[in-house]
Every structure is written in structure tokens, then in C-alpha cells.
């Protein structure tokens, strides 16, 4: 008796919603620093902010205890140059990172012309990162061996009890990424935010953001949201917001179904809205245009997790069919967890199996593992990362044991995103050394702030945003709100409810999509990026009016869907304005075939202005000197927080 | 042939059993029903009853409501079929599957 149908049959109709609905309520809440998104990111921010004495709001769409990316888990504090052990320079190391781009921890293969980091975000998080990981330790989370469960590991310092992972530390070069027990942060984080008197509004949607006067470009004054719950509607005014919403995962998949197979990497709740609500008020986005191949999901989940050979799985020797060792990283101490051959050691492994040189499919060589390397990796690494325990706990549960078994690798055999599958980047908001948006009273830190999506940068990057958020609504006078902003979108919000016959999100989510494949694939062309801004357009004029949603929830996701259409507007403008390619961004146009021409390294920006799409340039060191800047705004930082 | 009563239904979301709940375990602390991101699950009209798999098809197979359980047991993953991964004993030779 736990499926919906089970209580269909028992009682012979359908069970009433669970919850109480008022839609037609309305809750008015006044903050110093409004916190949108609570995940690693927010709920650092709404921690800082609170510690620097303000008045804290935080919304957040599930339920804080274990939302965001990094809510379920983290085993990789990536970027740490500042810990004891580091062999490198804050400084240095956080030039070379935006010097040289870095994927999912690769070490940078050679010199690389141009990268499009975010220099001010790395900048902060080379710096305040140690800071911030000891800051979660102060708050009961696990970040060292203190139950002694891996002595004798490499990487494991006897002292501090420090266990480092080979991420960009080939033969402990550098030292730079610190493996925690992250199951034990989110947690920690929301009893942390509730300490501190941070108010917490849970299942609550945030839509947009209010602006001065209504707007377009204003300051930022609060925002507008509702309990995807009971349907409730909530008015949020502020001094100063913190954008801390997530990034965007499904805007090209067409099925919203069979999640664990092909769809979501990330949780469905990630639709971009953040992203979408920035740019309705006028502020300025960059790197829109990048987007890559989408993960298809083999194994348990998505390609990461899907077995031995993939970024979740350090040390291990893949092996082929015959148990033959291949010439593919360990992603261990001797490649600095490098996860992929190089495109020529690829094609040569590609070679041996065309020719029988090696037999497919291959294996993560468990067995074969020094036993505190096997348990360091299968139980600590696994075990803390993101979503990853419940998977391991399944395999054990039908009976994997990487003592006896060799764990199956599905490259090669699980063929290529097509290249109309795609997943939108990491562009974002344009920022400052305050990590302030170009609209007044808009902060951003996380995943959408043009970086890589990875746990220890929200985490000091929110913490960085909060303090200065805080700072700004400390000076700032009393925000007033437009009833009329409002009231607008208030209408468009409750729209859907009034139907009870049309499409549904599902439907929408799927049209919006297909737009997406059509005209926005991996071979992009002016005629295409403009049939699909119609075909978008199209959409959004015709059968967004015909949206119905019976519940709150299904309202939730039809308001995603809204966020998708007009995130999918962004990209394929900004797409039109970058007119060429790029190797980098994995950017092709075929009507600019040439790769990275020197006149196109730059940030392309996109906005609305008057509600016309205006674009513009910057230089890709826009924020100049990192170090000299950073310091120039943080004289007064304080360090690790006294409790 | 059993005796049951057969409903005009459409067809159920599949995969329509992300997890399994054990109701000789189960308390209905509704502590999944918290802690999911997606909202999955509702509370069961009944108290004390396990909670109700109301959205089968938004699960991400994200964990916390296994992870977070209070009660051992009383909820556990059921990856859909074509999820399961493999493995070969290394002794034996031997392909494995989760086939629970």
C-alpha cells in the first residue's frame, strides 16, 4: 500500500491532496538579505550574512535538510591551495586555474591559449576555501580521519588527519583537494542557519525578483514565489538578494520519465529559475552559449556513477574483457586523477579493440587494489559523494564485493550523446569583485556563476556573497516594492490553475525541448538559432496560454517550464551573438567554422533592456589583477569565524 | 484465476517503484517524505502508515530518503531494470547483476 493507484483501488477515488491549498492567500515577508536557493551555496550565504549581524531570509524549493547538488553528499573539497599541506601558492594556483581551463578536476593537459573562468569566484575560492572547510568542521561536519578508518592510505596526513585525493596532485605535486565526509555537511549547515535565527521558507518556489519601481535593470527590492505545496503566495522584500539557484539540466531532454536512465545528472528540480529571473530584471548574463553533450545514464544513474573508469572511481586499473590492463588513467596519484585517456591514446585504444587487441566491455579492476586503497575509494569516496551511497549500498545488496569483483566500465559500449542531446553550461551572471550582479542589491554565488559546478565553490563563494550582501544592506535605505509588479506576476503564476484542460508540463516540457534539438544542437547556424527563437516564440504564444495544473506541485513544474522557455531564449541569443567557434566552450557555428579566431576571446554578455535582448563584450581578464583586487576589497575579512 | 476487481486505469509512469517500503518497519515518520528534493512521496492518508509513492517518475535516484531513514529497513532503493549494473566475479569469471 504505497502507490498512489494501491490507494485508488483501496478507497475507489482519488485520495485528496495532502495538503491545505490557498492559493488565494498571501504572506508578506520583510528581510535584510534574501537568500534564493537553499543549497551549498545559500545556505552559506544566509550563514555568513546572518553572522555579519542581519537580518536573514532563505527560500528554497525542497526542503533545506538535504536540498541542492550537494545536499545528499560531497567527497572532494576541490581547490584548497590554502590547507597546511598544500605544496602551492593561493595566489598562483588560483592564476593557473583560470589560466588553463579544468574539467571535473583534470589537471591541465599542457598550455592551453585562453580559458573562460571565472577569475573573481576562483580567486575567492584559492583564498577562503580552507577557511570555509574548517567552518563546516566547526559546525559538525566530517572533514578528517578522526575515527581512524584509513590509516596508511596515501594521501592521509598522520597529524591532521587530512586525507588528500590525487585530483590535480600527480605524485603529490600539490596537495590541493581534500577528501570529506560530505553527507554529514547539509545538515550541519540548516541546524548552523537555524542557530542564527535564519528564517527558512521551505517548498517555497521563488519566480522573480522584484525591482525598484518595476524596473527593468533597477535595483533589486525583493521577490515574488509560491509553497508548491499548499499554492500559497509569498512576497519577499529585501535590502540586498543572494542568487544561489542552480544550474539547468533537462532543457533538451525530451522525456520527462525514466530519470535514472538518460534525463538527470542533477535533480529535477534544477530548471535554471535563477538564471531566468536575473535576466527578466535586467541583469547581464555571459557564456550563455557554451553548452555540452548530455550524460546518458548506464549503470546505476548517469555515466559518473555508472562503473569503474569514471570520475567517481580513483586508484582503480581498468582492465578488458580478458582481464588485459589498458592504457587509460588510473585516476590515481601517478595521473593526478586523470579520468580520460588523451584523444590520442583514445584512438589508440579504439584501434586495439577494432583489431582485437583488447575485448570489449572493460572492468574497474576492484580486486586488484591495495585493501585501504579499495575501502578509500569504495567507502569513503563513494560513499560520501553526491548520490553515490545509495548506489554502493545497492551493489552490496545484491551482492558486488569489490574484494571479488571486477566492477563493469560502460565506455565504449554505451555510444555517444547524440548531438542533439545537449546540457546547457555554466554561464551565468556577470559579476564583481562583491560578487555583485550589475543590477544594484543582486548578489550570485554557486553553480550559475559562469564556474564549475563543483561543491567547495558555492560553498565559498556563498559564504563570500552572504558577507557581502550583508555589508551592502547595512548601508542601504528601506526597499520599496511595486504592487503592480506584483499583481502581474501573480497572474502568471496562478494562470495554469485556472485551466483544467490544455496541456500539461510534461507535454510543454517536451515542445520546449524538441525546439531545443531541432535548432540549438551541437551544428548551429544564424537560420537555425532564428527558427528556433520562433519556434520558441511560437510556443510561448500559443500553448504556454493553454498550461493547466491541477496541484501546487504539477503548478511547481509548469512554472519550470516557463523557466526552460526563456532559458532556451538566452542561449540561443547568445549563441547568435558569438559568430564563431570555439574549441574551448565547445561552441561550433558552421557558418564561422573558424576555432577560436583571437578577435572572439572574449565573454560575449546578453540583457534586456526594455525587454529588447541588447549584447555586449568583455575582456576575458576582465577583473583585472585577482590578487591585488581581492585584497583591495577584503581588508577587513576576518578568517575562520569564533564561535 | 484471482478474484479482483479490474479498474479502467491508463498506464502507470514507469518506472512507477523507485523505492520499497517495508510496513512491518515503517512507522509513517514521514522523515523521506522531508528530506526528498522532488517531493515524491506524500504522507499516507493513513497515520502511522508508510508514505505514498505519489511521483514515481520525477525520483532521481538522489538517496537521501534511504539515507536518512531512521528505521532500517523500512525503505530501500529498487533501481529500475534497465539501471541495474554488471559485474564478473574475478575468480570465477562469472557476470553479475543486481537481480533482486
Not at chain 1, 583560470?98 to 569566484?121: C, D, F, M, R, T
Amino acid at each position: 500500500m504505497t502507490k498512489w493507484y494501491d490507494l485508488l483501488e483501496k478507497y475507489g477515488k482519488p485520495t485528496p491532496w495532502p495538503y491545505p491549498i490557498r492559493y488565494d492567500e498571501e504572506q508578506e515577508i520583510e528581510t535584510d538579505v534574501l537568500i534564493i536557493g537553499g543549497g551549498i551555496a545559500g545556505c552559506w550565504a544566509a550563514i555568513s550574512a546572518a553572522r555579519n549581524g542581519v537580518k536573514v531570509a532563505l527560500v528554497e524549493k525542497a526542503d533545506t535538510i538535504r536540498s541542492g547538488s550537494g545536499g545528499p553528499g560531497c567527497d572532494h573539497w576541490c581547490v584548497t591551495p590554502a590547507n597546511p599541506h598544500s605544496k602551492v601558492d593561493p595566489d598562483d594556483w588560483a592564476k593557473r586555474l583560470v589560466e588553463h581551463p579544468v574539467h571535473a578536476g583534470q589537471p591541465p593537459k599542457g598550455p592551453v591559449p585562453l580559458s573562460y573562468s571565472n577569475g573573481i569566484g576562483t580567486q575567492i575560492q584559492c583564498r577562503e576555501n580552507y577557511d570555509t572547510l574548517l567552518e563546516i568542521e566547526q559546525m559538525g561536519g566530517k572533514i578528517r580521519d578522526v575515527d581512524d578508518e584509513y590509516p596508511g592510505a596515501e594521501g592521509r596526513y598522520d597529524d591532521t588527519k587530512f586525507m588528500f585525493s590525487p585530483r590535480m596532485s600527480p605524485n603529490h605535486a600539490t596537495e590541493v583537494t581534500i577528501r570529506v565526509w560530505g553527507t554529514t555537511f547539509k545538515p550541519a549547515l540548516k541546524k548552523e542557519c537555524q542557530r542564527l535565527g535564519v528564517k527558512i521558507y521551505d517548498r517555497v518556489m521563488v519566480t522573480s525578483l522584484l525591482t525598484e519601481g518595476g524596473v527593468q535593470g533597477a535595483k533589486v527590492v525583493g521577490a515574488t514565489g509560491f509553497n508548491n505545496r499548499t499554492g500559497e503566495f509569498m512576497v519577499f522584500k529585501s535590502k540586498a538578494a543572494v542568487l544561489a539557484t542552480a544550474g539547468n539540466y533537462s532543457l533538451w531532454m525530451l522525456n520527462t520519465e525514466l530519470a535514472g536512465y538518460t534525463t538527470f545528472p542533477g535533480s529535477r528540480t534544477k530548471t535554471g529559475d535563477g538564471m531566468v529571473m536575473a535576466w527578466k530584471a535586467g541583469a547581464e548574463l555571459t557564456l550563455m552559449e557554451q553548452t555540452g553533450p548530455h550524460m546518458i545514464g548506464t549503470g546505476h544513474k548517469h555515466t559518473w556513477y555508472g562503473g569503474a573508469g569514471d570520475a567517481s572511481y580513483e586508484n582503480i586499473q581498468l582492465v578488458d574483457a580478458n582481464g588485459k590492463k589498458l592504457p587509460w588513467p588510473l585516476q590515481g596519484w601517478p595521473d593526478g586523477g586523470d579520468m580520460r585517456p588523451s584523444p590520442e591514446g583514445m584512438e589508440k585504444i579504439i584501434k586495439g579493440i577494432k583489431d582485437g587487441t583488447y575485448a570489449l566491455p572493460f572492468y574497474g579492476d576492484f580486486p586488484a587494489m591495495p585493501d585501504i586503497e579499495r575501502r578509500v575509494t569504495w567507502k569513503l569516496m563513494l560513499g560520501e559523494e553526491s548520490t553515490t551511497k545509495n548506489i554502493t549500498n545497492s551493489y552490496e545488496k545484491g551482492g558486488f564485493n569489490p574484494a571479488k569483483h571486477l566492477l563493469m566500465n560502460y565506455n565504449l559500449i554505451e555510444g555517444n550523446s547524440p548531438a542533439h542531446w545537449r546540457m546547457p553550461g555554466r554561464g551565468g551572471p556577470v559579476v564583481d569583485w562583491d560578487l555583485k550582479s550589475t543590477l544594484d542589491g543582486l548578489y550570485v554565488a554557486g553553480e550559475q556563476m559562469f564556474a564549475a559546478g563543483d561543491h567547495s565553490f558555492a560553498a565559498s563563494t556563498g559564504r563570500y556573497a552572504g558577507r557581502k550582501a550583508a555589508a551592502y544592506a547595512m548601508h542601504t535605505g528601506e526597499s520599496k516594492i511595486s504592487r503592480d509588479q506584483v499583481s502581474l506576476e501573480k497572474a502568471r503564476i496562478y494562470a495554469p490553475i485556472n485551466r483544467s484542460d490544455g496541456i500539461d508540463w510534461k507535454e510543454l516540457h517536451a515542445g520546449i525541448s524538441r525546439a531545443m534539438q531541432y535548432f540549438c544542437s551541437a551544428y548551429k547556424t544564424e537560420l537555425l538559432l532564428n527558427m528556433g527563437l520562433d519556434a520558441l516564440k511560437e510556443i510561448e504564444e500559443i500553448f504556454v496560454p493553454r498550461l493547466y495544473a491541477l496541484d501546487p506541485h504539477k503548478l511547481m513544474r509548469g512554472i519550470e517550464d516557463l523557466s526552460l522557455l526563456t532559458y532556451g531564449q538566452i542561449i540561443l541569443n547568445a549563441s547568435l551573438a558569438r559568430k564563431a567557434s570555439s574549441q574551448v566552450l565547445d561552441f561550433y557555428r558552421i557558418d564561422y567554422p573558424e576555432i577560436d579566431p583571437p578577435e572572439w576571446n572574449k565573454f560575449i554578455t546578453v540583457k534586456l533592456e526594455n525587454n529588447e535582448v541588447k549584447t555586449g563584450e568583455l575582456p576575458l581578464n576582465y577583473w583585472g589583477d585577482m590578487k591585488a583586487n581581492y585584497e583591495a576589497q577584503n581588508k577587513d575579512y576576518t578568517g575562520v569565524y569564533k564561535r | 484465476m484471482p478474484q479482483k476487481e479490474i479498474y479502467a486505469l491508463p498506464n502507470i509512469v514507469s518506472p512507477a517503484n523507485p523505492v520499497i517500503f517495508n510496513p512491518d518497519i515503517c512507522n509513517g515518520c514521514n522523515t523521506c517524505v522531508e528530506v526528498c528534493q522532488i517531493d515524491v512521496f506524500m504522507p499516507n492518508p493513513e497515520k502511522g502508515k508508510p508514505p505514498v509513492i505519489l511521483h514515481p517518475d520525477e525520483c532521481w535516484y538522489g538517496g537521501c530518503c534511504v539515507n536518512d531513514c531512521p528505521y532500517p529497513g523500512a525503505i530501500s532503493f529498487n533501481w529500475p531494470v534497465q539501471q541495474r549494473a554488471y559485474w564478473k566475479d574475478k575468480a570465477t569469471g562469472k557476470i553479475l547483476r543486481d537481480s533482486q
